[in-house]
């Protein structure tokens, strides 16, 4: 028992010194329940891209637990945080390039739907969080829904603008690489928001 409690006591003092130093991203999450991890794997087969789904999910189980409200809202934050990175990523690029060229316009057509998906997406978040089993249920969920679906197509439209031949390779293909990850994160969330509908219909 004295070994127990001097254990502790010693613990207590480690936290005590070390903890304001930590980095919040550095915090350790609690381990997930298995059932907690099989239960995003399995709402995952719905999803476009299924492996990416539990991968950019799985962290958050012990969150999310058995929820679908909670994985769907997990998903388009994450998405959403995806995307803010994406539209961070564009506008570096296009302080370098400028704005007058056609890689400039390009960009800046870019810059401008994906900050229309941002707001989409925030709008998304807002309103699941507001969401409850009444009569507004599909009201909302319908909001939700539209949403999400012009996120994924404002995405798409950035990804269409760097199709023109002439358009600059490397920066091109950073950009691509950001916004194909975008929309499938994209895509996925809009499943798992189906999937979460179709349990109330």
């Not at 991968?55 to 998903?75: E, F």
């Not at 390039?97 to 057509?109: F, N, P, T, V, Y």
């Not at 507001?130 to 939700?144: G, H, L, Q, R, V």
Request: hydrophobic share 40%; net charge negative; aromatic share 8%.
């Amino acid at each position: 028992m004295a070994f127990s409690f001097t254990t502790h006591f010693l613990y207590f003092l480690i936290m005590l010194v070390f903890a304001p130093n930590l980095n919040p991203t550095q915090a350790i999450r609690p381990e997930s329940n298995p059932t907690d991890t099989e239960f995003i794997k399995t709402s995952c087969k719905v999803a476009t891209f299924p492996d990416l789904c539990y991968h950019s999910l799985s962290t958050y189980a012990s969150d999310i637990q058995a929820s679908p409200k909670l994985l769907a809202n997990t998903a388009l934050s994450v998405t959403i945080a995806s995307t803010q990175t994406a539209l961070d990523t564009v506008s570096k690029l296009s302080k370098a390039h400028g704005m007058l060229s056609r890689d400039g316009e390009a960009i800046r057509d870019c810059l401008e739907v994906l900050g229309d998906a941002v707001e989409e997406l925030q709008k998304s978040i807002t309103k699941m969080g507001k969401i409850e089993n009444n009569k507004k249920f599909e009201f909302m969920i319908n909001d939700i829904q539209t949403w999400v679906s012009a996120a994924l197509t404002n995405e798409d439209t950035c990804m269409q603008g760097f199709e023109e031949k002439g358009i600059f390779g490397k920066t091109k293909n950073i950009i691509r690489g950001n916004i194909v990850n975008v929309c499938h994160l994209t895509s996925n969330a809009l499943a798992l928001v189906n999937n979460y509908a179709s349990l109330h219909s």
